[in-house]
């Protein structure tokens, strides 16, 4: 059966380039009853590897640290032409790391906010009083596809032809 992810796959860097860029991922853990618990999420990407900012309240890490299934959904795109996404099935692994930490907070900044973002502060005060931790969503398996690799958008064209060739109204009586 043909899907996206394989008549246009997105695979290897262009992948990783593709996630580093995009700045929601939905993500689905299972809860302890068995039922989904699906919310968007902020993330980074550091070193081929996704992570997420988790406050202690949050639903996903207690899922992930109970070894409960993780699944995210990074996608972009609103036509035929445009979809493009990556799938990761997995599980959460906490950051304990300082120095990580540290790097990964910085990350955040860089990616969701400018200098003088009027919430940038109000944000890692909040994750402090919270107990936010980062957690990397660890893949068993990746599935990515991108339309726009394979589509060509109508753009004007400019040819140098052979002087025999004439173009599309020569010789018409106009």
């Not at 959904?73 to 930490?101: K, Q, W, Y």
């Amino acid at each position: 059966m043909a899907s996206a992810s394989l008549t246009n796959p997105l695979r290897g860097q262009k992948r990783w380039a593709y996630l580093t860029r995009q700045r929601t991922v939905r993500v689905a853990s299972t809860n302890e009853d068995g039922s989904l618990y699906l919310s968007p999420l902020w993330f980074v990407v550091d070193g081929e590897k996704i992570y997420l900012p988790l406050d202690a309240g949050s639903r996903h890490g207690a899922n992930g640290e109970a070894g409960r299934p993780v699944a995210g959904l990074v996608d972009a795109g609103d036509e035929f032409t445009t979809v493009s996404g990556v799938r990761i099935l997995g599980s959460l692994a906490p950051v304990d790391d300082a120095e990580h930490v540290a790097r990964l907070q910085e990350l955040v900044c860089d990616k969701y906010f400018y200098v003088g973002h009027p919430y940038a502060e109000q944000y890692f005060e909040f994750g402090e009083f919270a107990g936010r931790r980062y957690y990397e969503l660890v893949p068993d398996k990746m599935i990515g596809w991108d339309s726009r690799e394979t589509t060509m958008p109508a753009v004007p064209e400019a040819r140098v032809l052979p002087a025999f060739v004439q173009g599309r109204t020569a010789g018409r009586n106009e």
